[in-house]
């Protein structure tokens, strides 16, 4: 990912929802919704078991195919679980990992992570890696603490030939799926100053101006533009407004920035 500064990033992360049928539904929709759209990047994720069916879809569209996880192992035995190889084979492009409700729900810790973060670099995916502060850790104080252990965790042992396959996505635990609080566009420029700032001192200044970072937590048509208009919001990892195509639609046009009226502008 070697992001215009102007140009967006808007992923959807089904999560666990959909059946076969609302999943090939939802695709068509968004694939006819896009047309030949091509000033947003748009990746849809759904669940491991319609991959396939989504990817055949999505085929001759502008929009990626991504995963909501992996196993670190190319194969072997490791039951219920999913290899990079095999998401490459099914066309996925991206894969999220350290997503919070993995880490909180099933309890996923940044070792864990940093090796599937390894492993789906090495094989060519690009990974979203999800890293994000609980309520807690904020009202503590802890915001940038448990940011820069996500990272230098997370990331630990990531050759900077493979940073261009590589964005953060900055997910507030306490902003998601909450239909309604969601971090503010200035809480969110605020982490994402962070990060980038963390990032640079770990692979460098070029690294960090070129890193996409997306903002996720309740990201809504309603607040979508303000939030993906501040400085250093790169794009947006969207839960439930991407089980709904018109809403996933809305967001999509809010990141869409059209290159002659910010040249006007600029
Ligand atoms: P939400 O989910 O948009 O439903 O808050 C975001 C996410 O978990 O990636």
């Known amino acids: 990912m070697m992001p215009d ?7 959807g992360n089904w999560k666990m929802y959909t059946t076969a049928a609302e999943a090939r539904r939802l695709a068509r929709a968004v694939v006819q919704g896009m047309g030949i759209e091509d000033r947003v990047s748009v990746t849809v994720c759904p669940p491991f ?25 190319r194969e072997g035995a490791f039951t219920g679980e999913v290899s990079t190889t095999m998401l490459l084979d099914l066309g996925c492009r991206y894969v999220i990992l350290g997503h919070s409700e993995r880490r909180h729900k099933l309890g996923e810790s940044d070792t864990f992570i940093n090796k599937k ?14 890293v994000g ?42 902003a998601i799926g909450t239909h309604g609080r969601h971090a503010s566009p200035e809480q969110a420029e605020e982490a994402h100053t962070a ?3 963390r990032f640079g001192q770990m692979f460098g200044e070029k690294s ?58 600029a």
């Open 49 to 73: 078991p319609y991959l396939a069916a989504v990817g055949e879809i999505l085929k001759g569209s502008r929009i990626a195919l991504g995963a909501q996880n992996l196993y670190p192992e």
């Open 195 to 197: 990060i980038r700032r």
């Open 133 to 174: 502060e609980t309520l807690g850790q904020r009202n503590a104080n802890l915001t940038n603490a448990v940011l820069d252990r996500q990272l230098i965790q997370g990331l630990a042992g990531v050759s900077s030939d493979t940073l261009m396959h590589l964005s953060i996505a900055y997910e507030p635990v306490w």
């Open 5 to 11: 500064i102007r140009h967006k990033f808007i992923v």
């Open 208 to 265: 960090a101006q070129t890193l996409v970072i997306h903002y996720g937590g309740s990201v809504k048509p309603g607040n979508a533009a303000a939030v993906l208009c501040r400085q250093g919001v790169d794009g947006a990892l969207i839960g439930s407004a991407s089980l709904n195509a018109d809403q996933f639609l809305a967001i999509v046009r809010a990141g869409i920035v059209d290159p002659q009226t910010e040249g006007n502008s």
């Open 117 to 130: 973060v390894q492993a789906a670099l090495t094989a060519g995916l690009d990974v979203i890696l999800c």
